[in-house]
């Protein structure tokens, strides 16, 4: 709708051009410090940036007599016909929808919602006045700041539908972690080797195999094939590269998250039972879950429709849940590391640490890794520092040798950083983007968007630098098991793990957030169309108007019961 609007206007805000970002496979010693020998290496890089090339658009306009056609086939359309705008509701359904809704708070009264951060007992312990409520983790060191504490309540003490300290957090854009939230579920073993058993008797019994899968090699970005068993043996007991260097492997999505509670239903159901505020997070009963008023099957009972299919299908996001089975290395090693590149997801998210595992040190041989190391800190004191001043090049160089920082102790550890702050954080992004490696380990040397490109990790000499630049400092927490990460929608966040992890995470919206989710979904659109963030799809506004009707039909009928049981008339709008 908001498309057809500007191509009438003339004024369409979508990029008009495919953007491919070009990264030259400079081979493996490159890696590690060495000169470029052209020698290819047999990695595939992901195939949304291979290469930067600005591929003009044909032009897309309305007739004059103001339809539109369908896109031309560089566009995604056929090329030929005429759009038609087809409205699924009657034609005052959602007007009827608003009247309705108006004249029962009118009737009713609305209820009274506290933005106020004041009211929070947490607000005097971040003050730093009692700051030993275990139920705070101090997460940042910002001057005359009332967050750096995140709230952190145990999963035991969470009472059903105690959800007024939650909400006093969450309207305030702040991440929440509820802790041992493994306790209340069965036990059931999150094992890797245990959960490739279970999915391998699922297929073996539909009589399909599933022994290969694609892995992301942490060092060049770079998509590798493996065998599942030896990715899950590497796991538990690590790999190494032919150098000696630790080699941080990405299972993303496995199984994939349309087919999880399929083939590992018993494991769906605990991760199910592990989620705390289930009021948000169920993707099917949460009563403050807009993603979940969003089905074909309601959409059909509201409309009165029988063996409808076609007419009113509509496209489901895919919102998990999803496992990210990855390698973890305790020491910050600068390049290669097992992280989540910064990024910001459309939507809400709760991420649990399911399983965890230690390699053994003596896997890895540290000489080797120090003497790599300062081959690197040469390598990016030619490449990336060459521009900057004397004084900048020295300090990267000194945090980079730095040995003195603390390895903290946990699964993951996570930098999520306030909404208020993304201006400041895009803007240091864009001027130093050339200072960061992604795809076969070459520079970054230009970005679409600094955050959703999801190509920048800021290592602890970048968030430091951020920090003296702009004043702007993340929440940075380690993550334990049994540990779910609530991430509000429009935070920018990074993960890397210290240990080999398994996470779940799930997607959900929130009504505190919506006009966040309504907002990203309009920052995607403008995004070139063969961009990787394209990818993800939220019908935010789609899911406003079901959960606006669910909640109306809800009271109406409340009404109506509390009228008939006190035997009092009482007007039912229709």
């Known amino acids: 709708m908001t498309c057809c609007k500007e191509i009438r206007e003339g004024c369409l805000r979508v990029c008009d051009r495919d953007v491919v970002i070009k990264y030259e496979d400079k081979g493996i010693d490159y890696l590690h410090g060495k000169e470029s020998l052209k020698k290819k290496s047999t990695r595939v890089s992901p195939s949304e940036s291979n290469s930067r090339e600005e591929l003009p658009l044909p032009e897309w306009k309305a007739t004059e007599l103001g339809q539109i056609p369908c896109p031309p086939k560089e ?3 056929c090329g030929h016909g005429n759009l038609e705008l087809k409205c699924i509701f009657g034609e005052n359904w959602v007007s009827d929808l608003k009247e309705n809704a108006k004249k029962i708070v009118l009737s009713c009264g609305s209820a009274e919602v506290s933005q106020s951060q004041s009211q929070c007992p947490c607000f005097e312990l971040n003050k730093g006045v009692n700051v030993e409520d275990e139920q705070l983790r101090k997460a940042a060191n910002r001057g005359d700041s009332g967050d750096n504490y995140l709230y952190c309540p145990l999963a035991s003490d969470i009472q059903p539908g105690g959800l007024e300290h939650f909400r006093r957090h969450w309207i305030m854009g702040e991440p929440i972690v509820v802790r041992d939230v493994l306790k209340l579920t069965s036990g059931l073993s999150w094992d890797p080797m245990v959960m490739w058993r279970a999915c391998r008797q699922i297929l073996i019994k539909k009589g399909s195999s599933d022994l290969m899968v694609t892995a992301l090699d942490c060092l060049d970005s770079c998509e590798v094939d493996i065998n599942i068993h030896q990715f899950f043996t590497g796991y538990t007991e690590g790999r190494r590269h032919y150098n000696s260097w630790p080699e941080m492997l990405k299972l993303k999505d496995w199984p994939p998250s349309t087919l999880f509670e399929k083939r590992l239903p018993r494991h769906g159901a605990e991760f199910l039972s592990a989620l705390p505020y289930k009021e948000y997070t169920h993707p099917r009963s949460g009563i403050l879950n807009l993603a979940a008023k969003l089905s074909t099957k309601k959409l059909k009972e509201i409309l009165n429709l029988k063996n409808t299919k076609s007419s009113v299908e509509m496209l489901k996001p895919d ?17 290669g590391d097992s992280v989540t590149k910064l990024h910001c997801d459309m939507s809400d998210a709760v991420n ?15 000489s080797k890794i120090e003497k790599l190391k300062k081959d690197h800190i040469k390598q990016d004191r030619r490449e990336l520092f060459c521009k900057a001043n004397a004084d900048d090049r ?12 603390i390895i903290p102790n946990g699964g993951a550890i996570w930098d999520i950083f306030r909404r208020q702050d993304v201006p400041k954080l895009e803007e240091y992004l864009r001027k130093h983007h050339k200072e960061f490696r992604h795809i076969y380990g070459c520079p970054v040397e230009q970005v679409v968007h600094p955050i959703h490109d999801q190509s920048l990790y800021l290592t602890s000499y970048h968030k430091a630098k951020l920090k003296e630049e702009f004043g702007v400092e993340p929440w940075t927490f380690v993550q334990n098991l049994g540990e779910a990460v609530f991430i509000p929608a429009g935070c920018p966040h990074q993960v890397r793990n210290l240990k080999s992890c398994i996470k779940v995470a799930l997607d959900f919206v929130s009504p505190e957030n919506l006009g966040e989710c309504i907002r990203l979904t309009e920052e995607f659109r403008i995004l070139p169309q063969n961009h990787r963030a394209k990818e993800d799809k939220l019908e935010v506004k789609k899911m406003a108007i079901h959960a606006l009707n669910h909640a109306v039909t809800g009271l109406q009928e409340l009404i109506l019961a ?13």
């Open 75 to 77: 566009r995604g359309g």
């Open 319 to 335: 919102l998990g849940p999803k496992t990210y089975i990855a390698y973890g290395f305790p020491e910050e090693l600068g390049r």
């Open 352 to 366: 649990v640490l399911m399983h965890t595992a230690d390699v053994d040190p003596k896997m890895h041989q540290f």
């Open 394 to 405: 020295e300090t990267a160089i000194t945090m980079q040798e730095s040995k003195s920082a």
């Open 562 to 574: 509390v009228a008939q049981e006190a035997k009092e008339p009482v007007c039912v709008t229709d």
